[in-house]
């Protein structure tokens, strides 16, 4: 399935119990589609939510509302039902928001231009975390639950792990002469996989940030903008070239390409709620959700023949070779803002 969003697409998210998808545009427009397997989809919602792009969007409250973030330094909670504003705070970051992630059921995390990382606690209607974590803009997050550490990447070129504990950043990698674009959790929270501006994957151990282990470098030379984890041992990259592919992890490999959305950059993937569809964006104005069944027909069988041959493998494919030379920043332009204030007011209608 194929939706026409229009305008460039930012991000998305699916609803986490409903075939519904959300998409957030560069114009600033919030839509929201409703999908199923044998009809087109549904346009249901369309909000102009910021006056500047919807860089950022997730479903919260078990579905009920969906919050957006933008360069204008607002987030915006919208009530999915009529397309009203719950409450919309201004000023909730200093700088452009680029990213916003769930974490528990009453918890969410955002992400700015100028490298801070924030927490929301919906039920005490309050910022509760706030975390100077990088130089340069967030790309991406994602959380270990179990340990309640939150790990975000950067512009900067560093992975940083913020504990939600003692709200403090407990460490930050060295830098890396890589833009570092997205990040999965992987191998049963041992690994830490991330995409970075040349197309090489840095590898991580739980435990051990400082420097990545490993390198897997069969992407390059495109950029990896988007991962996905599908199971503990496979990971869905979308790349610069437009080319959705399917990875494995220890033993380090492509396993095949699973799709191609265009010829463009795969800004982001997402899962539906049953994970029967895949959804991407990308440059090309283009909502696709492609079917996980028709995606993974052999890839399976392919993956399980090389696990049993590599079953008691546990290394990682060390890349000697010459770096890749820069392709040039991915940096957004970030938006001034202003100072943070009324945070305690944020979720007061949810």
């Known amino acids: 399935m194929e939706i026409d969003l229009g305008k460039l697409p930012f991000d998305l998210d699916f609803h986490p119990s409903n075939n519904l998808v959300a998409a957030g545009l560069i114009t600033g427009q919030l839509l929201l589609y409703r999908f199923a397997a044998e009809s087109q989809p549904q346009r249901l919602l369309e909000v102009s939510a910021h006056t500047e792009s ?23 909670a919208t009530d999915i039902e009529t397309g009203s504003e719950i409450v919309r705070l201004e000023n909730s970051h200093g700088a452009a928001v680029n990213r916003i992630i769930n974490l528990t059921e009453s918890t969410i995390a955002s992400g700015d231009d100028n490298g801070c990382i924030k927490v929301w606690d919906t039920r005490q ?5 706030t975390f100077n974590a990088h130089e340069e803009y967030i790309s991406d997050m994602t959380f270990a639950s179990d340990s309640m550490k939150l790990l975000g990447t ?13 709200n403090k950043v407990q460490t930050r990698s060295e830098f890396s002469e890589d833009e570092l674009l997205s990040v999965v959790i992987m191998k049963n929270g ?19 940030f400082k420097d ?38 220890l033993p380090n490999r492509i396993i ?22 895949l959804g991407s964006i990308s440059h090309d104005q283009t909502l696709k959700l492609w079917d996980m069944e028709d995606l993974l027909q052999g890839s399976v069988r392919n993956n399980s023949a090389v696990a049993d041959s590599d079953s008691d493998s546990d ?3 060390v890349d000697d070779g010459m770096q890749k030379p820069s392709k040039g920043t991915k940096t957004k332009m970030a938006s001034k803002g202003q100072n943070f204030s009324n945070s305690e007011n944020f979720f007061a209608d949810l």
């Open 256 to 277: 095949q390409p699973i799709a191609e959305h265009s010829e463009y950059p795969v800004e982001r993937l997402a899962f539906s709620h049953d994970r029967k569809f």
């Open 315 to 317: 290394e990682m494919e």
């Open 154 to 166: 950067s512009g900067d070129g560093t992975l940083s792990v913020c504990n939600l504990r003692s």
């Open 190 to 208: 041992r690994k830490v996989i991330c995409g970075t501006q040349t197309g090489t994957l840095l590898l991580y151990s739980w435990g051990f």
């Open 54 to 76: 919807c860089r950022a969007l997730r479903f919260i409250s078990e579905g009920r509302a969906i919050v957006t973030g933008s360069p204008d330094c607002s987030i915006l």
């Open 125 to 129: 209607r309050s910022c509760c975390n």
């Open 212 to 249: 990545c282990s490993d390198r897997f470098v069969d992407l390059s030379p495109n950029s990896v903008d988007a991962l996905l984890k599908l199971d503990e041992d496979r990971v869905i990259a979308g790349s610069e070239n437009g080319i959705i592919s399917l990875i494995g992890i």
